[in-house]
């Protein structure tokens, strides 16, 4: 328990500020913008990882790390199996006990994940009638050079724009793993083009 009460004051110390920065202003070379935000989102998600959070402890430990992450929709607990066993907030506990092995769209991650553990980043999905358009990041829980357990975070892609500067410009597309995964207005045949390498993929972006 005092463990647990240090890391989440430590947390709190590295990231208080957090929920009081302006957005970033939009450079020439987008990827410094998108890099930085991504960076910062799995330094929360490390700081999770690193206390080796079980689903009777992973709320207590994560959200206070979480709670200023702009456009935070939720997060998880994965088992090593890709078994949800526990939520960030109540309000999604239905999906405890749901297999991840279900969705199609993850398993390259799955399979990324057995074959070398680490951070990763999916492309931004296209959202429901019932969830918004949302960013999955995920980090393992490593012990005796296994994944024991996977932590999630889900933000709003909404937010990520914002914060690196896509909102304001007059058209993107971002591309990830050869499809199409958000694009907004239409770009002339001379966009500019930042390719950025994250954890487990290769977005392209292309703006003006």
């Known amino acids: 328990m005092k463990r647990i ?3 989440v004051a430590v947390a709190l110390f590295m990231y208080g500020s957090a929920a ?7 450079t020439d070379d987008l990827g410094v913008n998108v890099t930085a935000y ?5 330094a929360k998600l490390k700081m999770v990882a690193d206390v080796k959070p079980t689903a009777a402890n992973f709320r207590q430990i994560a959200q206070p790390v979480f ?7 939720g997060g998880s607990l994965i088992d090593d ?6 939520s960030l907030f109540a309000i999604h506990a239905m999906a405890r ?5 279900k969705v199609a769209e993850l398993q390259y991650f799955q399979a990324k994940m057995a074959q070398a553990p680490g951070p990763q980043l999916s492309e931004p999905g296209h959202g429901s009638l019932v969830q918004p358009r949302l960013i999955a990041l995920r980090y393992p829980v490593m012990k005796d050079g296994k994944v024991v357990s996977i932590v999630s975070m889900m933000v709003r892609t909404e937010s990520f724009l914002q914060a690196v500067g896509l909102s304001k410009v007059k058209a993107f597309r971002i591309t990830c793993l050869g499809k199409v995964a958000e694009t ?8 500019r ?7 487990s993929t290769i977005w392209r972006i292309e703006y003006e």
Do not use: C, H, Y
């Open 193 to 199: 083009v930042a390719e950025v390498s994250l954890p």
């Open 67 to 73: 709670k200023n992450v702009r456009g935070l929709f």
């Open 97 to 101: 006990g749901f297999s991840l092995k």
């Open 38 to 42: 991504f960076d910062g989102m799995f």
């Open 20 to 26: 009081n920065a302006k957005d970033v202003v939009l």
């Open 5 to 7: 009460v240090w890391f």
């Open 81 to 86: 199996q890709w078994v949800i066993r526990q």
């Open 184 to 191: 907004r207005g239409k770009l002339s045949a001379t966009p």
